[in-house]
Structure formats: structure tokens, C-alpha cells
């Protein structure tokens, strides 16, 4: 609330994107994640939150990783805002990522406890993973955007259960680039594939001096 924090991008200058056929999602194999507190009192906070994560996740598979990152404002430098926030990802056996995030909740009754916000970052993840697909619900939109922006050839990809936010991203899609997007549902699998025909779009733009 206080602000103050800074997230740093860097991107590497890309010509063209490479069209994509991402439609196996395969076995989840490993789950990593990191606990990151900011200017919290109690240094344990992230630990609590990262072992209450990995009691659900050792119920279904073995390897799992939390990293606990703890950051102050005297010896890191962080934002003036206190706050915890859970990252965990999955991975496949086909190299596919699955992420789901969540921070520290407050209401009326004050804030919820390092265990139950463990849990539900868990659970989070869990539910992305029911859900199917090749990309978690988060990331849909970017990865449709992509694909108009592939060369004049066609992309495929595994999507699970379709947000809101994704069905409005397809509609700008098509006043944007022109591109309507082939939509074939998998009722074994309960997912959606989606296929496109790229715009052939390419950077043009050049360093100035």
C-alpha cells in the first residue's frame, strides 16, 4: 500500500517469433517454488508458509522445493510496504510449466496465517493443474497474442478450462490482427485446442544512435 517496490524487465531484441505445436502436457515430475517475505517482523513467516505448501504437495509427489527468501529494509533495501507472497511451479514430463501465485490476505478479523496462506497457494496450483492444459489460466492471453504474431503458418496449443479474460483477448484479437482462432474441444481430457494461422509479423525497428 505504501509502494516503493521496482520490478526490472529485460528482453532481448527478437527478429520473428517461431510458430508452436504445445499440446502434450504430459506428468508433473518436480514442483519448485519460492516464500518471499518483505519487511515482516518474524523471519520464520516464509518458512511456515513454504512447509505448509510442501505437506500438500508430498501427499502426491516427492520432489519438492521451496526456497525461503527473506527480504529487510536495513540490510536488503526492499519497499516500505510489509508483505508475503507465495510462487510455486510445476513441470512436466514434457516441459511444460504450470505456475500459481498468491499473497498475504487481510480482512476485518487481521490477516491470515502463514499455514493457511501456504495451503491455499498450494491448492492454487493444484486446481491450475486439474484444469488441464498446457499454460495455466494466468498466461493464456500472452500465448494466443504470440501466436498471431508467428510466421504465416499455423501454431497449436492446449489450453484447459478458458477465462473470461482469455474469450475477451480473442474477440481484440480479431479487431487487432484479423485472426480467428480454430477452437476444437477434447472431451476425454476436458480441454481446448486452439489453432491459429500466424500474421507473418516481424521487427523492424532499429537501434538509433
Given at each position: 500500500?505504501?509502494?516503493g517496490g521496482?520490478?526490472?524487465?529485460?528482453?532481448?531484441?527478437?527478429?520473428?517469433?517461431?510458430?508452436?505445436?504445445?499440446?502434450?502436457?504430459?506428468?508433473?515430475?518436480?514442483?519448485?517454488?519460492?516464500?518471499?517475505?518483505?519487511?515482516?517482523?518474524?523471519?520464520?513467516?516464509?518458512?511456515?508458509?513454504?512447509?505448509?505448501?510442501?505437506?500438500?504437495?508430498?501427499?502426491?509427489?516427492?520432489?519438492?522445493?521451496?526456497?525461503?527468501?527473506?527480504?529487510?529494509?536495513?540490510?536488503?533495501?526492499?519497499?516500505?510496504?510489509?508483505?508475503?507472497?507465495?510462487?510455486?511451479?510445476?513441470?512436466?514430463?514434457?516441459?511444460?510449466?504450470?505456475?500459481?501465485?498468491?499473497?498475504?490476505?487481510?480482512?476485518?478479523?487481521?490477516?491470515?496465517?502463514?499455514?493457511?496462506?501456504?495451503?491455499?497457494?498450494?491448492?492454487?496450483?493444484?486446481?491450475?493443474?486439474?484444469?488441464?492444459?498446457?499454460?495455466?489460466?494466468?498466461?493464456?492471453?500472452?500465448?494466443?497474442?504470440?501466436?498471431?504474431?508467428?510466421?504465416?503458418?499455423?501454431?497449436?496449443?492446449?489450453?484447459?478450462?478458458?477465462?473470461?479474460?482469455?474469450?475477451?483477448?480473442?474477440?481484440?484479437?480479431?479487431?487487432?490482427?484479423?485472426?480467428?482462432?480454430?477452437?476444437?474441444?477434447?472431451?476425454?481430457?476436458?480441454?481446448?485446442?486452439?489453432?491459429?494461422?500466424?500474421?507473418?509479423?516481424?521487427?523492424m525497428a532499429?537501434?538509433?544512435?
Amino acid at each position: 500500500p505504501i509502494g516503493g517496490g521496482m520490478v526490472q524487465f529485460v528482453c532481448p531484441i527478437v527478429k520473428k517469433l517461431q510458430t508452436i505445436d504445445f499440446t502434450d502436457p504430459g506428468k508433473i515430475k518436480r514442483i519448485r517454488g519460492n516464500a518471499i517475505s518483505c519487511k515482516i517482523v518474524s523471519s520464520s513467516m516464509a518458512a511456515r508458509v513454504a512447509y505448509s505448501a510442501k505437506g500438500v504437495f508430498h501427499r502426491l509427489l516427492p520432489d519438492v522445493w521451496i526456497h525461503t527468501d527473506v527480504h529487510t529494509q536495513k540490510k536488503h533495501g526492499c519497499g516500505p510496504s510489509p508483505g508475503l507472497s507465495l510462487v510455486v511451479t510445476s513441470e512436466s514430463t514434457t516441459g511444460v510449466f504450470i505456475t500459481a501465485e498468491c499473497c498475504l490476505n487481510t480482512t476485518e478479523r487481521g490477516a491470515e496465517l502463514a499455514e493457511e496462506m501456504g495451503k491455499r497457494g498450494a491448492c492454487l496450483l493444484l486446481e491450475e493443474i486439474q484444469k488441464g492444459g498446457c499454460i495455466d489460466s494466468s498466461c493464456q492471453s500472452i500465448a494466443l497474442l504470440w501466436m498471431c504474431l508467428t510466421p504465416e503458418d499455423v501454431s497449436r496449443i492446449r489450453l484447459g478450462t478458458i477465462s473470461q479474460y482469455t474469450i475477451e483477448t480473442l474477440r481484440l484479437l480479431k479487431k487487432a490482427f484479423d485472426v480467428e482462432f480454430k477452437i476444437t474441444a477434447d472431451q476425454e481430457s476436458r480441454t481446448v485446442m486452439m489453432s491459429c494461422l500466424g500474421t507473418g509479423y516481424r521487427n523492424m525497428a532499429k537501434a538509433s544512435t
